[in-house]
């Protein structure tokens, strides 16, 4: 990755967490902490992909603040917006549909390859989603117009696994998934090699900057689909709310929390 594909990462990631939310981002405060002996033209490559993202999704600089690191150095995101669509305080209930915007485990297909010293092919879809994510905004004209049948929604950066326990726990409620939405070609690709299951991909999953949404089972489903398809998703329903407290099921079987942890990390 340059320093550019870092600087609009971070703008990416921190997008992703409200325009999931149904935020429209407006404001962005910036800190940098860069090592005193820093290249100044390394420092304007990573203030380029910041600014350029920033100008992306809508928003506005607004200020920051510039440190210095003992370490390669940071970069730190604030951003505010416009709610579109409020989904505070609404009711989950048994039978409510979870949707993920699209395909997932092309992240994984790079994290899997680093941990085995890059032996491992990586796709070029899985390359150009790690150092360059797109958000896609349109989420947001749906969001507004769909609202009322939104009952909760997230981005998956931290893995699915991670965001659909933190939803269980939160709600207190079970998930039944019919469907791991991993792609395709990845799935092939780490099977060939090291014969892995959807589960073990799941485990290295994380930066894949989709929305996953709860809407209301007696939703018009299926125009909703169309819609996030004609705005460029690959909507897929991957399960439904069930009455059982806190548990993840798959294929009759209960489903660990797995993902990746800042301090003891794969987990």
């Known amino acids: ?60 600089y607004i200020g920051g603040d510039l440190n210095d690191s003992d370490s390669s150095g940071w970069v730190d995101v604030f951003v505010e917006g416009e709610v579109l669509c409020d989904i505070s305080n609404k009711d989950i209930d048994d039978g409510d549909l979870l949707v993920v915007g699209d395909y997932i485990g092309y992240t994984t297909n790079v994290f899997i390859s680093y941990i085995n010293n890059f032996n491992i092919q990586i796709l070029p879809e899985s390359l150009l989603k790690v150092k360059h994510p797109i958000v896609r905004k349109s989420l ?14 997230t981005d998956i950066s931290d893995g699915l696994m991670v965001s659909l326990y933190k939803i269980i726990d939160n709600f207190d409620l079970g998930i039944n998934i019919t469907e791991i939405p991993i792609d395709k ?12 299951t959807e589960l073990d991909i799941l485990k290295y999953a994380g930066e894949e900057f989709l929305p996953l949404l709860i809407i209301d089972k007696n939703s018009p489903v299926k125009e909703m689909l169309n819609e996030l398809q004609y705005l460029a998703f690959n909507p897929l329903i991957i399960g439904q709310v069930i009455h059982e407290k806190k548990v993840v099921i798959y294929k009759n079987t209960l489903i660990k929390n797995t993902g990746w942890d800042n301090f003891i990390g794969w987990y």
């Open 1 to 60: 990755m340059s320093l550019y594909d870092i600087g609009w990462k971070a703008i990416s990631a921190s997008t992703s967490d409200i325009i999931a939310k149904g935020v429209k981002p407006e404001f962005y405060l910036i800190s940098l902490g860069l090592p005193p002996d820093f290249d100044v033209n390394k420092a304007e490559e990573l203030i380029k992909g910041i600014s350029d993202a920033i100008h992306y999704y809508g928003g506005r």
């Open 140 to 153: 947001l004209f749906f969001m507004k117009k769909y609202c009322k049948f939104i009952k909760y929604s």
């Open 185 to 196: 070609n990845v799935f092939n690709t780490l099977k060939l090699r090291l014969n892995l």
